[in-house]
């Protein structure tokens, strides 16, 4: 041992011999590239006797700079700069750890010291080398300008030199109706007036102003081929269809826009001229009024059919009824069997208050007069007479020439005088309905209330240019993204 290394072990009295482990295991990556730098024997693991950079590699000494006890030492150049390709290579303890690597002789290296020799000897991969341009880059450059530069310069081109400008006309409407009261609610809804449901009207024209039919109704009147082709070097905008109702539809679809909100119906006509979009806007809204006017009169003939069906029923049930009473007039040859009635009770009634009398006389006569006193006998006859005669009238009660009860005969007329009085107030009530009906049919009880009349435009709003190019550079490169995305997943997998 040199005084070197005793100067190394008086300067590190408190770090043992296995505090060296730590620093050589940290250091390993380090200490490969030094010992390739030096010309270190790999198989062996010792240090050669060359020159490295400006120090010598003598026992205890890398270059100028001094490593003691593990520990670097000052950093001047050579590889005493960088980390140790030994460490404590002068000291005791770090000849025991690093297996005499730096003094040949030393015996076997026990397996803790050959983990970090094994690591020294595991080949150093050479660094990244910087990102550079190659041919895959050019592909996607010259993708880029196929399908998203170029296609959005095209669609700019013509939308900006070619696309023709198109005017709106916008027009917005809903469906009112009456809800008054009417005196048939009153009399107990004998008849059903127009429904007063706007919404399900309002429905019912939303649909109509998309079908084929109003297509048809305002072609009739305005030629929408004609009007849709004014513009002949737009072939993206403007129609090219035939005459067929299917392709006018079609266009129907792509120059009239419908936005429905809470009963309420607004439109977005497009043309090539401003009064053109006017004159479908007003034909549209023309012909929703014919549309609801035709709901009215078939829900008013609706009405009027059952308030008339329920007057005509109520005058058959009193003809009925009368005719009734008049059978029953004829057949008994009685006007009124209440009114004999009456008339016989009376006749009754008189004729039981002169029996009073003549019993009251008789009495007298009896009293006062001999047995055989001729005034007697005359009262006799006369009480009989009269006992007779009410006889007689009690009989008629119980029946009649054709042996009928009276009574049977008053509650046979009793019945018929019900079933006429009833007649009377349904034929009262049913004559009273298809008055209101008809008061009702008269008035109007749908329209369309137009909130705004169809404007004329004063300057073209369509196509929106720059909002059109925007949403087509921007699908162009969502599309090119993806696309780039699948092909370099599908390039790796193989």
Known sequence: MSAQDNRTENQNPDQSPDSDATPVQANAPAKADAAAGAGADPSRGRMSPGKVGAGKAGPGKVGPGKMAGGRMGPKKGGIGAGPSPRANVGGPAGQAKAGGSGRPGNGPATPAQQRPQATLEQPVLPPASPAAFEKRHFGLVISFVLLVILPTFLAGYYLYTRAADQYASYVGFSVRSETSATPTDVLGGLGSLVGSSSTTDTDILFKFIQSRDLVERVNAKLDLQAIWSKAPNDPIFSYRGGTALEDLAEEWERKVRIYYDNGMIDLRILAFDAQDAQDIATAILEEGSILINQLNDIAREDALRYARSEL????????????????????????????????????????????????????????????????????DLRIKIIREQIEAERQKFSSDSDDVALSDVVGQYETLAVDRQFAETTYTAALAA?????????????YIASYIRPTLAQEAEFPQRGRLLLIIAGFLAVAWVIGSLVFYSLRDRR
């Open 434 to 446: 298809f008055e209101s009906a008809r008061a009702e049919a008269v008035r109007q009880s749908r």
């Open 312 to 379: 005509d029923r109520a005058q058959d049930l009193l003809k009925t009824a009368r005719q009734n009473i008049t059978e029953f007039r004829n057949r008994y040859q009685l006007v009124d069997p209440t009114a004999d009635v009456q008339s016989q009770i009376g006749v009754v009634t008189s004729l039981q208050q002169q029996l009073a009398e003549q019993l009251v006389s008789l009495g007298m006569l009896q009293s006062n007069a001999q047995a055989n006193d001729p005034r007697i006998s005359q009262t």
